[in-house]
């Protein structure tokens, strides 16, 4: 069993910046592939951004060229740095780990951007 846990969440006004944090337990850590979702007020939960087990990334188009996915594999850890915040970026975040054809969610943390 994976455990996920983020952190990071906050309140920020438009225009600044956060970084989340995933921490993710399990010797095979640098084989998964890494997750950022998030999921606003009524609405479906959406993918944000993804880096796999070879450091290849993906970014949902609202947030390219503000938003950076990284991985530390010797510490076991996944981050989104968040700049440039906009109002639409508010919403509950949330980790995911997928390896060996089983996901694992972590609890997700809340990301408010408001002035």
């Known amino acids: 069993q994976v455990q996920v846990v983020e952190s990071g969440g906050g309140l920020v006004q438009p225009g600044g910046s956060l970084r989340l944090s995933c921490a993710a337990s399990?010797?095979?850590?640098?084989?998964?592939?890494m997750d950022w979702f998030r999921q606003a007020p009524g609405k479906q939960r959406e993918l944000v951004a993804r880096?796999?087990?070879?450091?290849?990334?993906y970014y949902v188009d609202s947030v390219k060229g503000r938003f950076t996915i990284s991985r530390a594999n010797a510490e076991r850890m996944v981050y989104l740095q968040m700049n440039s915040l906009k109002a639409e970026d508010t919403a509950i975040y949330y980790c995911?780990?997928?390896?060996?054809?089983?996901?694992?969610w972590g609890q997700g943390t809340q990301v408010t951007v408001s002035s």
């Open positions: 995911k780990a997928t390896w060996s054809f089983n996901e694992y």
């Open positions: 880096i796999d087990n070879v450091f290849n990334t």
């Open positions: 399990g010797s095979d850590f640098n084989l998964y592939i």
